[in-house]
């Protein structure tokens, strides 16, 4: 009986975790961005910082998969700092293989440790997403520094 409570709470940890994610001390709902803005921590609905902008640049249907879209993404610095360790969520179910310029991890996506975002600057990267939309996107988590 210990042994099966032990196994819920381990659980209920598990899905509390999934849901919120952690941001210093604070817990970010879902679609919420955590901007770490030199060494302070905070939670944001709409992420002014970083600006996604995403350009469908092909689109093709395949018989047996049906229509895909190729799509190549803006992610744009608005601050007056460099800004570094983004992390960008997605719902889409992208594949790994089929996505340049970002690595994909479950619904997460970031980028190769050197890619730092000077003022005024993009990064620019893409994908390949199932259907005839581009993939919802939004910023997850971004470090700006001092
Ligand atoms: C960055 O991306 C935006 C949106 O696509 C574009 O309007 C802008 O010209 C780009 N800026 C640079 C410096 O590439
Ligand atoms: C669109 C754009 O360039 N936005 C801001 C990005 O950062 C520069 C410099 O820090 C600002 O001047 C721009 O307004």
Redesign the pocket.
């Known amino acids: 009986m210990k042994f099966l409570l032990v196994i819920l709470f381990a659980l209920i940890a598990i899905s509390v975790s999934s849901a919120h994610y952690q941001c210093g001390r604070y817990a970010c709902l879902p679609g919420h961005s955590c901007i770490c803005d030199n060494g302070i921590f905070r939670c944001v609905y709409v992420c002014e910082e970083l600006?996604i902008?995403q350009?469908i640049t092909d689109r093709w249907v395949d018989g047996a998969e049906g229509p895909s879209v190729k799509v190549s993404v803006?992610v744009?610095n608005h601050t007056y700092r460099t800004v570094k360790d983004i992390l960008i969520a997605t719902d889409a179910n992208l594949n790994a293989g089929q996505i340049w310029g970002a690595h994909l991890n479950g619904f997460l996506l970031d980028f190769p440790d050197y890619v730092s975002i000077a003022p005024?600057?993009?990064h620019?990267w893409g994908y390949i997403n199932k259907g005839n939309n581009a993939a919802h996107l939004w910023v997850q988590k971004v470090y700006i520094s001092a």
Do not use: A, K, Y
């Open positions: 600006t902008t350009t803006n744009l005024g600057m993009n620019t």
